[in-house]
């Protein structure tokens, strides 16, 4: 798989070379501002995803209508919004948007519905495509496990979510719970690197209320972990790419036949279940929005979250622990395992129903170029798409180091969800019963039968070829 | 200054039985003409395209070829169907009398002329003015896991409930949102009802208590049976609205935890807008309209024969 996405990859970036020099022979130098004249005047709509990152990018936008001259209707809505709201757009053939920023769990519907325009005719095109765009500097294997399908391209990478492993520094760092962590299971306290240490750390600051914390005495019980568990929603999502993907196995075969009853899923299932009785008891309500709040109200030692969302807590007047939380990748079994991460590469996709597909086009290749990411970034806060763009936001006392450090690392595991036209209907089945096994309703050995069995009924395969 | 225009002459007239006849016959057509119209535009036309759909293949919401009953077929073979209706069924069945019950003793209290009353009614509306997903969060922020307000300060500080919440607990969740569902809907039967009691006539009370009727006679005897037909429409519309529970639910829960708390409404919301079976969809529409339709003509019968209402 890696290495056929190595080479979509490279027969892009070979491409996009060649036309790189036939643009030099035919231009001396490439502009937006030559690109669109064209299409000056003409308007699009982008319907996007609201995050501290989409407002960010919100304020540059008007800089590519300034150079451009074509009009952007630039959409924010919450994560479900979009993607209800995106999908009956395209679905429909209503229209309204010419782009919609879809996360890969919806790329295989679309893709398998037919509503989104391949890219390789506007790359091929010398008037349209940038010659320095430099599509090889966007991250993979996050890239091409996202935009690429039966040999044509759909989309860049434009965001990158990812999760990383977050826990309090205060806590970890206090001199007493050190010691005492250090007696109790024979090793220093630091971040958890593997799924033991996540384990123990866990268990080791689950403390009742009345009990010292940190020479605090509580006034309400205090959770080792939390995570999401919301039966919608992603709760899947760090379930199967975390501690499924590490433990060796995965949810499809590469024929994409489901692979739920192996020992990987029951090994991944019963490592992620286990943690909840660590976690707080409403756990089985939190959203990937409801983790963040309750890291940032400060009532848990540690949690698996979208970094995205950790940029929203871990800033100034955001939450009284500001700036005493430590980052690192979502950890793995042992040492030297093949590494998986979570996370949600996500494009801004033309829809075929666009009248305007040039314009949009233009606005994509836009939003992922250096310079852009280069601006968007300029604040210190991000998440990048293109390697190029770490030194961008890793500057010197940055105090955000630690996350993008951890980004970095968690980004270099992350793939796109596989395009799987029934992924909402597997994702349904894949929540509920994850979430029995957190709950305790189902073990880990009838939780994956349970799953095999249900999935199986909605497809198999299930993977588009 | 008004003028009054004088009688026509008897020549304008019309002959006796012709355009009165007219348009006494066509008249009262007309007047409710546009009404039915937007009703057939708004209601009978997006309904009869959901029951066409629902005989057909819907893949990604395009319509494709005549699948016959094979969505209804699906449907009814999908567990998931009759979890729901179950859901919906038990929702309605505890939540419905307990909101009737305590509509009619609210509504019975607020008529004894007790002091205060007219600062009580205004604060009876509020729940029911709330849109239903404002009352979600208003609950979430009271009951939800480790944060909310009520969990966080009383139900886990007292361990009352310990290791799990209201709304993560598959046991508690359903229960949870028909005690918020008798919150929001309680003040407004109680409103009704009382709005009823004020609109009787006073005469027959009054003769009842000169023959010496006690409170409870009076009640059975006289105030149950004359508001008789507003218990009737409010309890039917009460159950029809209670079964399609769905802003609440999407709040709080999102049908879980798994499907202990999956509506019909809510399922129908996931057939359509995350797994785009839109046939599926449909057919559970018009399943649940025949099933209303069936209850809502007994229900009509039972009023009109039993209780004399209609």
Redesign the interface.
Known sequence: MAAMLLRRKTLSAAGLSALALAAATQASAWSYEEAAAPYAGTQISILDEVTPLQEQFAEIVPEFEKLTGIKVNYQLLNHFEVI?RG??DM??GRGEYDAVMAHSLQVG?LM??G?LMPIDGFLADAALTDPDFAQDDLIDPAFSSLAFLDGKQYSFLNWNYNMVYWARNDLLSDPGEMEAFEAEYGYPLAPAETFDQLHDIAEFFTRK?GETLAGETLD??F?GIVME?????GTYVPVWQVFIKNAGGDIFDADGHPTFDSPAVIKGLETWGDLWQFS???????SLI?VP??MG?G?AAQSIAYSDFVLGIDREGASALHGEFVYGPTPVYADGDEYHAAGEPSGYFISTHSKNPEATYLFLQWAAEKKTQAELLSSGVGVPVRDSSWAELMTEGNQLNGLYDAMKASLAGVEATPKAP?W??IS?VMN?IF??VG?G?ATAEEAAAALQSEVTAICDPCILK | MTEISAAPAAADRPAAGESYHRESRWYPYALIAPTMLTLTVVALVPFLYMGWISLHEA????IGAFAGFANFEKLLTDPRFWNSMKVAGLFVAIAVPIEFMLGLIGALVLSQRIKFRSVLIPFLFIPSMMAPIIVGLVWKTML?????FF??NIL??FGI?????V????DLALYGLIFVDIWEWTPFMVLTFFAGMQALPANPFWAAQVDGANPVQIFFRLTLPMLAPLLVVIGLIRTIDAFKVYDTIYIL???????TTESPSVLGY?YT????EIGTASALAVVIWLVFFVFCNVFYQIAKRRLNVF
């Open positions: 209800n999908q009956a679905l429909s519907l398998d519905a509503v209320s309400s019980d959770y568990g919301m039966n919608g929603g707080p008891p409403g756990q089985a309500e939190y409801d709040t309750v109200n009532i029934r909402f209907q349904d509920r979430q029995q709950l309703q | 893949r990604y919401g395009q939800a896991g480790s944060w909310g969990s966080y886990e500080r409930l310990s290791g799990s919440s709304f993560a607990s598959p829960t999102n049908g879980g935890p798994g499907i996931k807008f995350d797994f785009w």
